[in-house]
């Protein structure tokens, strides 16, 4: 047996008030404490629902669904580029306004009987409106929901009103992190599944570089350790209250072995910051200065994840940023999108480049969320009824013992501090 | 590479990997050794054309390059067609690639 001593491992979790006691099993598999999650966590933290940049220009118009609050969310921009998120629902009989996933529209129309709203919310048009008994127009707006905007991320939230404002929520977070230059944002890739397992299992997965070295060995593996460091252990580990972050190692002499012809050929004209970001090195550099990203400056830095609770990670590497949301659709699946923002190709050994970023990490995520099934289905089995976790894995007992707060809180301010 | 193109040649990200995805280890590798002989000059032909303008001929060339990326992932990575344990068909869907045939 390894004995634990300073020299021979990392020190995470005390660093961050955590103990060090298996984590209970419960959270993952139980209907009762997702209903609590629903309530005390979906219901009552800021939610985030993506980029500024999605909604490029007056009048443009997202649709988000939230499931677990079961909600499709409508989001505008108006023509004083105020942006306003609604409950997609007509204010007549229920019905879904709004079908398509976005465009530019400033008035929207229910196909059911033609009641027409305002992308502000203001219902203008009710086809034989005499025949209603004292409808007043002003009283049928869309119902409105809390909306925010921090560094161009747009966040909602459920409760009415939000018992604090999305900058309490960040915090020191928020503060930490802000002036960070997003490249690209206004174009990305786009991954997205739907799996049976808890939201946690795989918000959980991209939580922790443990795992590299063997469910990656040939598609990153290379990458995320070395003889220096044969499993991937964080080079560190923060937490802001609900929030938290990880700093994940980088072989820096990485190249593609000899006989990966393709993989050199796409990579021979374009110095891209490293193979899981996918953006040139050379608009990096004001990126990569922030104090916040790569905090200890590490020289062997490949990425940052940081998980903004509940369920939202914004990740950032040498070549620019990505995101995941993990969303519940019960309490044993879970909708997961990932966005990867690289910007518009100028020419083919670009767009070569990207095909194989791009097709490199949907193995790599297919690698990650493969397993997460398993895993769920190895939960609810009940076989145990804890986890033991190690120190690399601080962000996940983390997550847990907040969720756990929030779920036991009385308020929102009690959760926060 | 006209015995290719009808099944190689696919417009987006998510349908080149899924015609990897079905492919035997020959088929992908057979692909992979026709085009890899072939890319350097493929690319160079490419390269005289603004991306967004390419004449189709050229635009299929510029394809059928993509989906030797998406090979390449099988013949120099993996060492067969698909990701290990994993689910199949894959759950994971590419809603949207990068631009220009993504």
């Known amino acids: 047996m390894n004995a634990r001593t300073i020299s021979n491992t990392t020190n995470f979790t005390l660093a961050n008030g955590m103990d060090t006691r298996p984590v209970s099993t419960e959270p993952y598999i139980s209907p009762a404490f997702f209903e609590m999650e629903r309530e005390k966590v979906f219901r009552k933290a800021w939610l985030s629902m993506g980029r500024i940049e999605q909604l490029p220009e007056p009048g443009s118009y997202i649709v988000r669904e939230v499931e677990v609050c079961k909600a499709s969310v409508l989001i505008t921009r108006d023509s004083n580029d105020q942006v306003r998120s609604f409950y997609n629902v007509c204010s007549h009989r229920g019905n879904t306004l709004v079908l398509a996933e976005g465009g530019k529209q400033t008035k929207f129309t229910c196909r059911y009987h033609g009641w027409t709203y305002r992308n502000d919310g203001g219902l203008v048009a009710v086809p034989d409106e005499v025949n209603f008994f004292n409808l007043d127009k002003k009283k049928c707006a869309l119902t409105e929901i809390a909306t925010d905007i921090w560094e161009g991320w747009i966040f909602i939230n459920f409760a009415s009103p939000p018992e604090v404002s999305l900058e309490t929520f960040l915090g020191q977070l928020g503060r930490d992190y802000r002036g960070i230059p997003y490249e690209n944002a206004d174009h990305s890739v786009k991954f997205e599944s739907n799996l049976n397992a808890n939201w946690k299992v795989i918000a959980d997965a991209f939580a922790e570089s443990y795992h590299v070295p063997m469910i990656h060995p040939q598609t990153i593996g290379t990458t995320f350790a070395s003889k220096d460091n044969p499993f991937a252990r964080p080079v560190a580990v923060q937490t802001w209250g609900p929030h938290r972050s990880f700093t994940t190692f980088a072989n820096p002499n990485y190249v593609p072995p000899e006989q990966a012809h393709v993989e050199r050929l796409a990579y021979s004209n374009v110095v891209a910051g490293n193979v899981i970001s996918a953006a040139p090195l050379e608009n990096m550099e004001k990126f990569l200065k922030h104090p916040a990203i790569n905090r200890t400056k590490s020289k062997d830095w490949a990425a940052d994840a940081t998980w903004i609770f509940p369920n939202f990670h914004l990740d950032v590497s040498p070549g620019g940023f990505w995101t995941h949301h993990f969303w519940p659709t019960s309490y044993n699946s879970t909708r997961w999108v990932a966005e990867y923002f690289i910007p518009v190709p100028k020419d083919a050994d670009t767009r070569l480049q990207q095909e194989h970023y791009v097709a490199r990490n949907a193995d790599v995520l297919l690698e990650d969320i493969g397993n997460t099934e398993r895993t769920q289905k190895g939960l609810e089995s009940r076989a145990k009824s804890v986890m033991p976790l190690q120190d690399g894995e601080a962000l996940i007992r983390h997550s847990l013992y907040q969720i756990q707060k929030w779920v036991d809180a009385k308020s929102v301010t009690e959760a926060l501090l | ?102």
């Not at chain 2, 000059?41 to 059928?64: G, K, N, T």
Request: hydrophobic share 40%; net charge positive; aromatic share 10%.
């Open chain 2, 1 to 102: 590479m006209e015995r290719f193109l009808a099944y190689w040649d696919r417009p987006t990200t998510e349908e080149r990997w899924r015609q990897r995805t079905a492919s035997s280890m020959e088929e992908i590798r057979r692909f992979y050794d026709a085009m890899l002989a072939k890319a350097p000059a493929a690319m160079a032909h490419i390269r005289q054309f603004p991306i967004d303008a390419l004449p189709e001929p050229s635009a299929r060339l510029m394809r059928l390059c993509l989906a030797l990326v998406n090979a390449s992932i099988s013949v120099e990575m993996l060492g067969q067609p698909r990701v290990p344990y994993s689910p199949y068909p894959q759950p994971v869907r590419v809603i949207r690639g990068p631009v220009y045939w993504g």
